[in-house]
Structures are given as structure tokens and as C-alpha cells.
Nanobody, 121 residues
Framework: QLQLVASAGDLVQPAGSLRLSCAAS????????INWYRHAPGKERELVAR????????NYADSVKVRFTISRDNAKNTVYLQMNSLKPEDTAVYYC??????????????WGKGTLVTVSS
């Protein structure tokens, strides 16, 4: 059964840190690009960070550059999102997503359940 299971979010004080993880099973994790998205109340869903299937060059939304780091461990089928210097505007439900293009040029996307991160004093 295909699954993407994110770690629990938390309530964090401004300037604090939190690491999210997302454990995958049921598909060839190392063949997929992994993304972290977030959805804040009243805002559109935002692509926060992206890491290629074999690691390497990562991409970030301007709003989180320098503060967030995405990484992956293909041996553990797990991706991480280290979030530092958190701000109240980082409050959102965070989703991990696996993305690939198959042999037939079809785009495959799998989503985990979201996890709530609240940044507040």
C-alpha cells in the first residue's frame, strides 16, 4: 500500500526550529522527486521545497530560503524538512508529495496527509 506519512507538527515559538519527516512506502521512493507544500488559511497552496530523486540541487520558495533545508535518505525512504528561524507566517498545514513521470510520460503524484505547524508565542 502506497503511503507517505509525515511526522507530527507542533506549536513552535517564533525564531524556533522544527524538523518534519515524511516516511514513504509502497513505491520506488528513490525514483521520485519529493516536494514539501504548505497551505495556510486564506492562502493558496505553496511549494516550499523540492529535492530531486537522487538528492543534489534543491529548490526553495523565496519565503523560506536560507531558513529551511530539505534532505532525503533514500536508504530509509524518508525525506526531511528542517525549519529554522520560524515565523508566524510559516503557520500552515505541511504536506509531503512524491512526483515522477512514468514511461508513458504520465505525471504521477502522491500526497501524504498534512501536518499542522503553528508558529506563535
Amino acid at each position: 500500500q502506497l503511503q507517505l506519512v509525515a511526522s507530527a507538527g507542533d506549536l513552535v515559538q517564533p525564531a524556533g526550529s522544527l524538523r518534519l519527516s515524511c516516511a514513504a512506502s509502497g513505491f520506488s521512493f528513490s525514483s521520485y522527486v519529493i516536494n514539501w507544500y504548505r497551505h495556510a488559511p486564506g492562502k493558496e497552496r505553496e511549494l516550499v521545497a523540492r529535492i530531486p530523486s537522487a538528492g543534489g540541487t534543491t529548490n526553495y520558495a523565496d519565503s523560506v530560503k536560507v531558513r529551511f533545508t530539505i534532505s532525503r535518505d533514500n536508504a530509509k525512504n524518508t525525506v526531511y524538512l528542517q525549519m529554522n528561524s520560524l515565523k508566524p507566517e510559516d503557520t500552515a498545514v505541511y504536506y509531503c508529495n512524491a512526483e515522477a513521470v512514468n514511461y508513458f510520460k504520465e505525471r504521477l503524484m502522491y500526497w501524504g496527509k498534512g501536518t499542522l505547524v503553528t508558529v506563535s508565542s
